[in-house]
């Protein structure tokens, strides 16, 4: 599901994503080809994450989603998990002025229980510093999974129909949704995975259910601008049907 499109044909606005997701995989491969420790993977990950996010921003993409650590990642060695907390660490104390002074909003969703509490108040003056701002919003999940997203939802919910607040009845799809970590935000358009794995990893699982899918060859390290012009691109060819048929698509397109 990869596709080679030139980068420079711009992508006009009708067929621009609102919200785009990316898994980012392929950092210790990255370094192992290079001889190098997995962490300078990683270091060289948060250079690719400072293109792509300059690229949707210029592109007018609203939400960019980056899945940084998932729940899954603690499985790691000890010594890759602690870089890449302090790697973490380091990226929010340099980078958020820049994403303040670019009018970029970060939101970092996950279960925070897990990280020191020193790396849970660097999340939380981040947040606040760049909460008003404006031009693109960038989601950061960290210690984050799709089952955890949908059970906290869940969760928060049944205490809504223990409390009184809600009946039973008054569950719906879109009420679950609006207690998802980003259900405030719109579902993303695209989602892209580096690497060349083809799978999800328990990423969004509730949020893709109608998003389109682009899976890259290239590591995390090396997608760049013209790597996410290129996604983006290969997105403005798709046609989204929502379940519906190509007639039923054409016969709204002619409405409007």
Same mark, same amino acid.
């Given at each position: 599901?990869?596709?080679?499109?030139?980068?420079?044909?711009?992508?006009?606005?009708?067929?621009?994503?609102?919200?785009?997701?990316?898994?980012?995989?392929?950092?210790?491969?990255?370094?192992k080809?290079?001889?190098?420790?997995?962490?300078?993977?990683?270091?060289?990950?948060?250079?690719?994450?400072?293109?792509?996010?300059?690229?949707?921003?210029?592109?007018?993409?609203?939400?960019?989603?980056?899945?940084?650590?998932?729940?899954?990642?603690?499985?790691?060695?000890?010594?890759?998990?602690?870089?890449?907390?302090?790697?973490?660490?380091?990226?929010?104390?340099?980078e958020?002025?820049?994403?303040?002074?670019?009018?970029?909003?970060?939101?970092?969703?996950?279960?925070?229980?897990?990280? $020191?509490?020193? !790396? =849970?108040?660097?999340? /939380? #003056?981040?947040?606040?510093?760049?909460?008003?701002?404006?031009?693109?919003?960038? @989601?950061?999940?960290?210690?984050y999974?799709?089952?955890?997203?949908?059970?906290?939802?869940?969760?928060?919910?049944?205490?809504?129909?223990?409390?009184?607040?809600?009946?039973?009845?008054?569950?719906?799809?879109?009420?679950i949704?609006?207690?998802?970590?980003?259900?405030?935000?719109?579902?993303?358009?695209?989602?892209i995975?580096?690497?060349?794995?083809q799978?999800?990893?328990?990423?969004?699982?509730?949020?893709?259910?109608?998003?389109?899918?682009?899976?890259?060859?290239?590591?995390?390290?090396?997608?760049?601008?013209?790597?996410? $012009?290129?996604? !983006? =691109?290969?997105?403005? /060819? #798709?046609k989204?049907?929502?379940?519906?048929?190509?007639?039923?698509?054409?016969? @709204?397109?002619?409405?409007?």
């Amino acid at each position: 599901m990869t596709e080679s499109v030139s980068a420079e044909i711009p992508v006009s606005a009708g067929s621009r994503p609102r919200h785009v997701a990316i898994i980012m995989d392929g950092n210790n491969r990255w370094a192992k080809a290079r001889r190098l420790k997995g962490v300078a993977g990683h270091k060289a990950g948060v250079k690719a994450v400072r293109s792509v996010v300059e690229t949707c921003a210029r592109e007018g993409v609203e939400v960019l989603t980056l899945f940084a650590f998932s729940s899954e990642n603690w499985r790691r060695p000890e010594d890759e998990v602690s870089a890449l907390m302090r790697l973490f660490l380091f990226a929010l104390e340099r980078e958020v002025k820049k994403l303040h002074r670019n009018d970029i909003c970060l939101r970092i969703i996950g279960d925070r229980s897990a990280f $020191s509490a020193n !790396l =849970q108040e660097h999340m /939380g #003056r981040a947040e606040e510093l760049t909460r008003d701002n404006t031009r693109m919003t960038l @989601v950061i999940a960290a210690n984050y999974g799709g089952h955890w997203d949908i059970t906290q939802a869940t969760r928060k919910v049944a205490e809504k129909v223990r409390s009184g607040e809600l009946a039973p009845s008054d569950i719906t799809d879109d009420l679950i949704q609006q207690h998802l970590s980003i259900g405030d935000l719109p579902m993303p358009d695209l989602m892209i995975r580096t690497a060349g794995e083809q799978r999800i990893s328990n990423f969004m699982l509730w949020h893709l259910a109608y998003t389109e899918l682009y899976f890259s060859p290239v590591y995390w390290p090396d997608f760049r601008d013209q790597e996410m $012009s290129q996604a !983006l =691109q290969a997105y403005a /060819g #798709r046609k989204r049907r929502f379940g519906q048929t190509d007639d039923q698509i054409a016969g @709204v397109s002619s409405e409007q």
